[in-house]
């Protein structure tokens, strides 16, 4: 099983988004078994797939970070032929009061998510695990970090995004003292609009950045927020919008790349 913690310390970047549809198309698509961890106390990933409770119950993402076993959500995704299903550890703001509560636990904190998807029950039953991350470094956030082999960063061309990319893939350089297998695996333009600006912006992250940057582009479309009120993933809302068709150009990408990987290291 690969594990893929999607994040970026700035919001509105598409963090969810990605997550959420990358998770389906490899369902979907390419047949994948996947595990999706909504880690972010919003809870949005959970909504999309209509498993969000009440802020009073405990969420599955709470119970990860308490050592006990979350309750794991059967949905449907993809349509016809290429109608496939997911799981999903839910998260709501009880996940705050589990992350302050390791925060002040005097046993090891970062070590809980890893625990979880290293057990049998977990690796021998999914493909790709993908996490949806807060746009914060909270311990929930070390925890993903801890647990992932590889990291996606969505990126939207503007000036504060770009400094955070430093930002971000600092932090991630520094705990790889905790998990050394942690990589990035590149960085995701989101909510791409063709103009000069953006142009620019993405000529010099390509050129400037030690770190791999997807071709592929998130095209900017209305229907990714048309999709949030249809609590869609957009290759079910509106295969044919912008957002739609790049993200499965995306995933054909990322496979691609994982697959070129595999052959360069003998797998």
Not at 110 to 137: H, K, M, W
Request: with cysteine.
């Amino acid at each position: 099983m690969k594990t893929i913690a999607i994040i970026n310390l700035k919001g509105g970047v598409g963090k969810t988004t990605t997550a959420i549809n990358m998770a389906a198309l490899l369902a979907s698509r390419h047949d994948k078994s996947v595990l999706l961890i909504d880690n972010d106390p919003q809870g949005n990933a959970s909504q999309i797939f209509e498993c969000y409770e009440s802020w009073s119950d405990t969420c599955g993402a709470a119970d990860i970070l308490n050592g006990g076993q979350p309750v794991r959500y059967f949905r449907s995704v993809g349509a016809g032929d290429n109608q496939n299903g997911i799981e999903i550890i839910n998260a709501n703001i009880s996940l705050l009061g589990a992350d302050n509560a390791l925060r002040a636990s005097t046993e090891r904190q970062d070590n809980r998510y890893r625990a979880f998807l290293s057990t049998e029950s977990v690796t021998q039953q999914y493909d790709y695990c993908i996490i949806d991350n807060p746009p914060a470094l909270l311990m929930c956030t070390i925890n993903a970090l801890c647990a992932a082999d590889e990291v996606i960063i969505p990126v939207t061309l503007d000036n504060w995004s770009l400094d955070g990319v430093e930002t971000i893939t600092k932090q991630i350089e520094e705990l790889k003292a905790l998990n050394e297998k942690l990589t990035i695996a590149g960085i995701l333009l989101t909510n791409y609009k063709k103009s000069l600006e953006n142009e620019a912006a993405e000529k010099w992250l390509r050129e400037n950045c030690k770190y791999r940057v997807f071709d592929t582009q998130i095209r900017r479309s209305d229907k990714v927020t048309a999709a949030t009120y249809y609590k869609k993933p957009l290759d079910e809302h509106s295969p044919r919008s912008a957002a739609a068709v790049t993200y499965r150009k995306f995933v054909n990408e990322y496979l691609e790349r994982a697959e070129e990987g595999g052959r360069e290291h003998g797998i």
